[in-house]
């Protein structure tokens, strides 16, 4: 089933009178949403007891949890002691999962540096395939999904065929599409639905239908320029897109259920319910 929700709280979930995000699933699900995602992007300092509190509010109310890792991963450092961090921060990430009963574990792969493209990439997939090799075999990978996700900046990993790729490693890799990313990186390249087909049939054929229909989906508006991304924007915008309704379109047609989190500034929750509203509205 197709779920929609914000990444972080609303400036209007803090006007409204709250403080904490123990308060947001009960907020959320009174605003007709279903779906949040918790950033642990400047690192993890939750502690475990309150991690537990929060895990378990967003199961009382019946809200699918996802947690962003931090920003600092980069599977591409040539540096050996960095892919050790890297790695301890996607098997923290794991732990946060457990202790907040959330299924989704979402990272930005890596950036290029002073390498080539092709070798950044080569290296980032070679040592996430170490890591998967090691939380498998350390009984972690099991009921959890990593996703990694599209980025907007030339030197970043992680085009859309790129992530799909990065996924063919395990069947627990799930692909995060940032379509506000992917529009950034291609200076406003997603405007119709084919636009969108051609992302998801290229998935279909790499992944298969199961992990294509259940994908992660990030979306906002996002400026852009000539190095990609700016700034994330909110549905106010009119300059700079995506749209979502040719999205809406293509996700009816092609039956996908995916988890849809809004990263629009400041207007997250309010800008998902607008793409609820959009999306139950077309016909099937």
């Given at each position: 089933?197709?779920?929609?929700?914000?990444?972080?709280?609303?400036?209007?979930?803090?006007?409204?009178?709250?403080?904490?995000?123990?308060?947001?699933?009960?907020?959320?699900k009174?605003?007709?949403?279903?779906?949040?995602?918790?950033?642990?992007?400047?690192?993890?300092t939750?502690?475990?007891?309150?991690?537990?509190?929060?895990?378990?509010?967003?199961?009382?109310?019946?809200?699918?949890?996802s947690?962003?890792?931090?920003?600092?991963?980069?599977?591409a450092?040539?540096?050996?002691e960095?892919f050790?961090?890297?790695?301890?921060?996607?098997?923290?990430?794991?732990k946060?999962?457990?202790l907040?009963?959330a299924?989704?574990?979402?990272?930005?792969?890596?950036s290029?540096?002073?390498?080539?493209r092709e070798?950044?990439?080569?290296?980032?997939?070679k040592?996430?395939?170490?890591?998967?090799?090691?939380?498998?075999?350390?009984?972690?990978?099991?009921g959890?999904?990593?996703?990694?996700?599209?980025m907007?900046?030339?030197?970043?990993?992680?085009?859309?065929?790129e992530?799909?790729?990065?996924?063919?490693?395990?069947?627990n890799?799930?692909?995060?599409?940032?379509f506000?990313?992917?529009?950034?990186?291609?200076?406003?390249?997603l405007?119709?639905?084919?636009?969108?087909?051609?992302?998801f049939?290229?998935?279909?054929?790499?992944?298969?239908?199961?992990?294509t229909?259940?994908?992660?989906?990030h979306?906002?508006?996002?400026?852009?320029?000539?190095?990609?991304?700016?700034?994330?924007?909110?549905?106010?915008d009119?300059?700079?897109?995506p749209?979502?309704?040719?999205?809406?379109?293509?996700?009816?047609?092609?039956q996908?259920?995916?988890?849809?989190i809004?990263?629009?500034?400041?207007?997250?929750?309010?800008?998902?319910?607008?793409?609820?509203?959009?999306?139950?509205?077309?016909?099937?």
């Open positions: 089933m197709i779920k929609f929700g914000p990444a972080g709280n609303s400036i209007s979930f803090y006007e409204e009178g709250n403080t904490k995000t123990i308060q947001a699933p009960k907020w959320i009174e605003k007709g949403l279903d779906a949040f995602e918790y950033s642990f992007g400047k690192g993890y939750l502690s475990a007891d309150t991690a537990k509190l929060i895990g378990n509010e967003f199961n009382k109310y019946g809200i699918a949890l947690l962003h890792a931090p920003y600092f991963i980069n599977f450092n040539p540096s050996e960095m050790e961090k890297t790695k301890n921060y996607i098997r923290n990430g794991i946060y999962m457990k907040m009963s299924d989704r574990l979402v990272f930005h792969p890596a290029c540096g002073k390498m080539k070798e950044a990439f080569e290296l980032t997939k040592r996430l395939s170490l890591l998967i090799e090691e939380l498998d075999k350390d009984g972690l990978i099991d959890v999904y990593l996703c990694p996700e599209t907007g900046k030339s030197m970043q990993i992680g085009t859309y065929k992530i799909i790729d990065l996924c063919k490693i395990h069947p890799l799930l692909p995060a599409f940032d506000g990313h992917i529009n950034a990186l291609t200076m406003g390249g405007k119709t639905v084919d636009d969108y087909k051609e992302i049939d290229y998935c279909k054929e790499t992944l298969g239908e199961e992990r229909k259940n994908c992660h989906i979306f906002s508006k996002i400026e852009y320029g000539a190095k990609g991304e700016i700034r994330h924007l909110n549905f106010d009119t300059k700079f897109g749209d979502f309704y040719p999205l809406a379109i293509c996700l009816k047609e092609q996908l259920s995916p988890r849809i809004c990263e629009s500034a400041g207007k997250m929750a309010e800008d998902a319910l607008e793409m609820k509203n959009i999306y139950n509205k077309i016909g099937n």
